[in-house]
């Protein structure tokens, strides 16, 4: 480099300039190591992260060292350790009491004063494991001052002395050098030992037990608030001593037995609640609270009670506990954790009555072995019946208070079912008379479905029509067990479901279900009706086709309920066809009956659709009188019909060049080739096979000059068919004289071949679709 100085003039420059630098840095570093210590002498807590860490430019503080000196620090710690315990277990005896005094002392107080001196130098790791090994060295001079001095004492009672020495000297030592993070949080251990070891010393027994962890965890919980991580011995502690308290409030056999747990229950429970009073974020401490009290309250009750009684009153504990969501009075996080216990003891009841009425409801599937025999009992043998009762209606009036308090719809829904599920099970759980049952269950479905009807609430009213259909299912399968019975549940549920159904206000949905139900009813009673008399089952569909027929008829008539009332007019034909189909001329019957259904429905523009359906279902009938006269050449029947519907056809289209080939063409094409194809299936000639396809191609052809849809896609799929049909042998054969690793081999290069011109597929897919659809 080219400098105007000189070389002597520059390196005396130099000079200077370093010892400027070496006398800043050192007052750096000493200025640093003075504010290190103002800060931990105020506490870890005051101190910066990024100080009490240290940086890469102050050497004299090791807390940042890398991870490998932290591990070396640790095993060297855990290496003294060994040694003193050997020393201790091993070469204790072969001193003498002074020189065990001296040794001990000597070691462990240098063991305890070296981290002051360490921390000065800002050795913070290493004051760290040495302060660690101090503290064992203490445990094991309590061993050995036992070992030597105290044999003879119980050492559970020893035990819990030293603990409690060991815990307030660490507790000390530790506020001495707050910098040191291990005193404290071993003090708080050590601190958790000595009432219940003192308890089992007296031969406590496992209540007093408990009272000695429950003190402990309230010591901790005192101490929480000013060290937060306290909080977790606390609980451990409070935990055990509750998780005693309930074993044994559940095991009493009397009150009396019982009163003593319950008197810790309560003492924890208002110690959690005052934790939660202190913390505002402990608002689960009052949740644990609010249900140890009830525990504790309800427990008292339970040797005296029917278990379901019990419930019942731990469920009259709760309520009050859920009414503090409105006292105002009480922090926030207080009335958050105990509104939420007493909603999970209203939710347990809920699930306890619930599990209760589950018979009730299920139990009349049993009627369907036997129908009209007659077996149902006049009592139900559930003995507990009120208590259920009382308890789902209690729950049931607490969600709905609980809903207009919070202005929330969820809950109104709940209370909803719940006094469905204990109104609508309560005559059979209370043992009433058959007819009472069904009476007040009729009534309590009717509610349900008027609250579906007429609630403003979409959740509740949705909740309630459930409650109606699942109540409406569960009556009607009750009814099943008497003919009067039956007429009159089903003839009453499927009126209220026809006025349901013409009830303006009500929401759509609700309306739809209503007429759904209205129809099946009726479908029932006449299927029921029929059942009354000698006629065999196959004639029984006659009576239902009235279903579909009046459903027709009555058309725009029914309003917004039509399109549900509909559908469920055919799925009562669909029933009256499953009825018919024993017997092949009834059955033709039942489908040219529902093909005039359809037919008269179709004169309605806004059912034109049902036009296809009553082609169809003319189509089949005939095909069943023929398959059913024994006719092995259809097309004699189908051909005089074809060739007019064809010229119809023809003519419409000259007529109507608009008209769809589909409709022109589509029911002529159809009743020659369907019925011909079903007979050539199961041919085992050949004629018939050839002329089919001729004609099929004839079609397809024609459909093709003519660019018409309906004769290219019928005669297509046709031909196709015949053509599977009469190489299927060969194809099998083939494959069979194939090594078995062919067939796959041929499907992956097919499934490449298309997947690397998938684009190009694809496309032409598309225009292929364009064509036809362009197609008339």
Known sequence: MNTPLSPTEELALIDRELTQLDTRRQYLLARRDWLLRLLHAAGPMQAPPALVAGSPAGPANDASAPSAQNVLLTLGAVLLAVAALAFTLVSWGSLGIAGRAVVLGAVTAAALAAPAWLLRRGLRSTAESVAAVGLLLTVLDAYALYAVGRPDVDPRAYAAGAA?????????????LRALRIPLPAAVLAAQLPLPLAALAAQADPLELAWALLATAALDAALALRLRWAGLPAAVSAAAALLIGVSESWSAASASEAWPPSALLLAGAALAVAVAWREPRAWVAALVGGLLAVV???????????????????????LPLLA????????????RGLGRAGAVVGALTAAAGWLAVAPALLGRVRVLDEVWAATTPAADPY???????????LTAGAAWWLSRV??????????????????????????FPVAMVFAAQLAVTAAAGLLALRSPARGTAIAAGVCALVGAANVSLGALDGRLATFAVWGLLGALGAVAAAYGPAARWARAGAAACAVGYTTGLLVAAAALTDLAVVWWALPVLAVPA?????????????????????????????????????????L???????????????????GWAAGALFVAATWVRLADSGVTAPEAYTLPVTLPALAVGLLRRRKDPSASSWTAYGPGLSATLVPSLLAAWGDPDWVRPLLLGVAALAVTLAGARR????????????????????????????????????????AGLLLLAVGATYEKRLRDARRLRDVIAGLG
């Not at 020495?165 to 001495?176: D, E, S």
């Not at 507990?384 to 209606?393: C, F, K």
């Not at 093909?595 to 806004?606: F, I, M, N, S, T």
């Not at 309906?710 to 599977?724: E, K, R």
């Open 550 to 590: 009046g459903v027709a008829a009555l058309g725009p008539r029914l309003g917004g309920a039509r399109l549900p009332a509909e559908i469920a007019a055919g799925a009562a034909g669909a029933l009256a066809v499953t009825l018919s189909a024993g017997r092949a001329g009834t059955l033709a019957l039942v």
């Open 296 to 318: 504790a309250l309800g427990g008292v009750s339970r040797p005296e009670l029917d278990p379901a009684w019990s419930v019942v009153v731990h469920l009259l504990v709760a």
């Open 406 to 431: 919070l202005s929330r719809p969820e809950p109104a829904a709940v209370a909803a079912v719940l006094a469905w599920a204990g109104l609508f099970t309560a005559p059979v759980l209370l043992g």
């Open 164 to 176: 409690a020495v060991l815990a307030a000297v660490w507790a000390g030592y530790g506020m001495a």
């Open 707 to 746: 660019r018409l849809q309906a004769p290219l896609l019928l005669g297509g799929a046709v031909l196709a068919v015949v053509a599977l049909h009469e190489l299927a042998p060969y194809v099998v054969q083939v494959a069979g004289a194939l090594p078995r690793w062919v067939p796959p081999a041929l």
């Open 592 to 610: 040219a009956l529902l093909g005039v259904v359809c037919a008269g429905a179709a004169v309605r523009p806004e059912r034109r659709v049902l």
């Open 383 to 393: 003995g507990a019946g009120a208590a259920v009762t009382v308890g789902l209606l």
């Open 324 to 335: 503090t969501v409105r006292v105002h009075g009480l922090p926030a996080q207080v009335r």
